[in-house]
Every structure is written in structure tokens, then in C-alpha cells.
């Protein structure tokens, strides 16, 4: 099933302390790539989970699926840590031209894979899962408190996008789109937003797939306070790189429009206007 056929499809998998989930994840992607109605063939697909040196057996983990056939492989970061870099390191050593980001906690349903990776193509560059679609439930589970800081998170980003659920990490990029962007914030766990902004996504470009956001079973989540100042800081950097030229021309118009005022009330107070009337 792995190596000989050429990659088209990179499937990209943040882990930490994930090694409960991992091969039930794994199995369950190429189970569904292996469906005779799969619009994409499982051997043009790799997946790459990128962890950070959770040393909790998932490298072993990993091993025994690639002997078992499956085309995937493990990236152990040791000098780095966080969400956004680890997807940022897993596009950047990606074969495929369709690159998708997902989970490793079973939140983000693995039979999803095939259909996400297909809606990628040259004309619809982004693809994203999202929990604002028809017939979704949005995060039915989760806590009253969750449900709130994600509401939130979402209306402060409106300004920024047209898309419904910028807040998803279960998304797609085509490589030509992520090489485009520059100066991505690798910090924190919102780089579908980044990628959205800084790889100038046009909203026709934008494929959306509502899905319904899965209850973790295996592990902890990873979202603590400190995750939630880094969106803000992230956001605050987003709004500057979008709206700064237009708040300079603002200013500038604002300057002339006060000087032009300024110079003909001068004018009309000096003596020489005076004698006129
Ligand atoms: N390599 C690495 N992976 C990480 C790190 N922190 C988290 N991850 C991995 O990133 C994925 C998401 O982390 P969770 O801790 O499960 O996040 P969550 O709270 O369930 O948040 C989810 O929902 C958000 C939408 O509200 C999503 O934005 C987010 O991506 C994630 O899907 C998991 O696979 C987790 O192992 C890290 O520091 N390093
Ligand atoms: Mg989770």
C-alpha cells in the first residue's frame, strides 16, 4: 500500500500524548480511502503526525502501522512545542499538493478524510471543516463554558473572514496557497485563521464540509488559558496586517481634510478677507 505510487495527498496530524488515538485514527483514514466510492485512491495518500516528543509509545506506535503497510510516518520535535508550528513543520515536509490538518483525537471524524481531500483542487484552494453547516450539531457535548469562549473567539474574528468556522482545525490548503503565505503566527492553536488571511484565500477559493465536532475519548485536551491570550494576541496581529493600510489612509485623509479646514478658517479670520465684507 505505501511507497511506490506517487503521493498527491499529505494528511497532516498534531499530536501530543496522542498514543491512544493513533492507531485507531490511522486504520480508520485508509479504511475510508479503501471504500470502492472514495473519490481519492488510498495509495496516493501519506499521513504525517507531528509530535512533540510526547515519549509515551507513539513512535513505536507508528512503526508497527508502517510494517503492518500503512503510509505513515512521525515527525518527533524535540526543540519546538505548540499546535500552529507542528502544522506548519508537517505542510513544509508534505508530498502531496493537498495537504489536509486534522486531530489526532477523534474529534475531527477520520471517514471525513476522503471527501476534504477531494474538495481541494486549483480553483478551490482552502478547504474547512465546519460545525456552522446545515444538519450539524455544533459541539453538542461540550461544556456550557466551551461553548461560550468559542462563540466569542468566532464573532471577534468576522471582521477578518468571510468563512464560517475560521475557528477549525480540520482543514485543507493546497501547497501552492500555503507557500504563499508569509509571516505566519506559529504560536497557538488557530492557524487555519493565519493561513485564511496571510495566504490571501479569496472566498470563492473557500470549499466548506460540515461535520460534527466528536467527544475525545483518549488523552486531555491541550486548550489551557495561555492558548486563549495567544488568539487574542494573534488576532490583534491579524487585524494590524489587514486593516493597517486603511487605517494609515484613514489618518491621512483625516490630517488633510483638518488642514484644508484649518487653512480657510485662517483665511477668512485674516483682515485682508475682512475688508471684503
Ligand atoms: N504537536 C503538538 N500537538 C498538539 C499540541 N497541542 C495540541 N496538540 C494536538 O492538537 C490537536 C488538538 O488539540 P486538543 O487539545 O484536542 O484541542 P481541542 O481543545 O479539542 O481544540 C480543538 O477544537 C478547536 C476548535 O474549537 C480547534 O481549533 C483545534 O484545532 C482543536 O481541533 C490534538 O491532536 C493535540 O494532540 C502541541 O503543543 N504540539
Ligand atoms: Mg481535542
Given at each position: 500500500?505505501?511507497?511506490?505510487?506517487?503521493?498527491?495527498?499529505?494528511?497532516?496530524?498534531?499530536?501530543?500524548?496522542?498514543?491512544?488515538?493513533?492507531?485507531?485514527?490511522?486504520?480508520?483514514?485508509?479504511?475510508?480511502?479503501?471504500?470502492?466510492?472514495?473519490?481519492?485512491?488510498?495509495?496516493?495518500?501519506?499521513?504525517?503526525?507531528?509530535?512533540?516528543?510526547?515519549?509515551?509509545?507513539?513512535?513505536?506506535?507508528?512503526?508497527?502501522?508502517?510494517?503492518?503497510?500503512?503510509?505513515?510516518?512521525?515527525?518527533?520535535?524535540?526543540?519546538?512545542?505548540?499546535?500552529?508550528?507542528?502544522?506548519?513543520?508537517?505542510?513544509?515536509?508534505?508530498?502531496?499538493?493537498?495537504?489536509?490538518?486534522?486531530?489526532?483525537?477523534?474529534?475531527?471524524?477520520?471517514?471525513?478524510?476522503?471527501?476534504?481531500?477531494?474538495?481541494?483542487?486549483?480553483?478551490?484552494?482552502?478547504?474547512?471543516?465546519t460545525r456552522y453547516g446545515p444538519g450539524v450539531e455544533m459541539d453538542k457535548d461540550w461544556p456550557v463554558h466551551r461553548r461560550i469562549i468559542s462563540a466569542g473567539a468566532r464573532i471577534l474574528a468576522l471582521p477578518l473572514t468571510s468563512a464560517s468556522d475560521p475557528m477549525s482545525g480540520f482543514f485543507g490548503i493546497r501547497k501552492e496557497s500555503f507557500l504563499k503565505a508569509r509571516g505566519l503566527n506559529s504560536q497557538g492553536f488557530k492557524i487555519a485563521l493565519d493561513l485564511l488571511i496571510k495566504a490571501n484565500i479569496p472566498a470563492d477559493a473557500i470549499a466548506e464540509v460540515p461535520f460534527s465536532f466528536g467527544v475525545r475519548s483518549e488523552g486531555e485536551s491541550k486548550l489551557t488559558g495561555k492558548v486563549m491570550i495567544k488568539y487574542l494576541e494573534q488576532l490583534a496581529e491579524l487585524y494590524w496586517y489587514k486593516y493597517s493600510a486603511l487605517l494609515v489612509f484613514f489618518i491621512i485623509i483625516v490630517v488633510v481634510t483638518l488642514l484644508v479646514l484649518a487653512r480657510s478658517a485662517m483665511g477668512s479670520l485674516s483682515p485682508e478677507s475682512q475688508h471684503k465684507y
Open positions: 500500500m505505501s511507497g511506490r505510487q506517487t503521493i498527491h495527498y499529505s494528511v497532516i496530524v498534531p499530536a501530543y500524548r496522542e498514543n491512544g488515538n493513533i492507531r485507531p485514527l490511522v486504520t480508520r483514514i485508509f479504511e475510508a480511502l479503501r471504500r470502492l466510492d472514495s473519490p481519492v485512491p488510498a495509495d496516493q495518500v501519506e499521513v504525517i503526525i507531528v509530535d512533540d516528543n510526547s515519549r509515551d509509545g507513539s513512535a513505536e506506535n507508528v512503526q508497527s502501522l508502517q510494517q503492518e503497510g500503512y503510509n505513515v510516518r512521525i515527525i518527533v520535535r524535540t526543540m519546538e512545542r505548540g499546535l500552529s508550528s507542528a502544522v506548519v513543520r508537517g505542510f513544509q515536509e508534505a508530498l502531496g499538493d493537498n495537504m489536509l490538518c486534522m486531530d489526532a483525537d477523534l474529534q475531527h471524524p477520520p471517514e471525513y478524510v476522503p471527501t476534504m481531500l477531494a474538495a481541494l483542487s486549483p480553483s478551490s484552494t482552502f478547504v474547512l471543516g
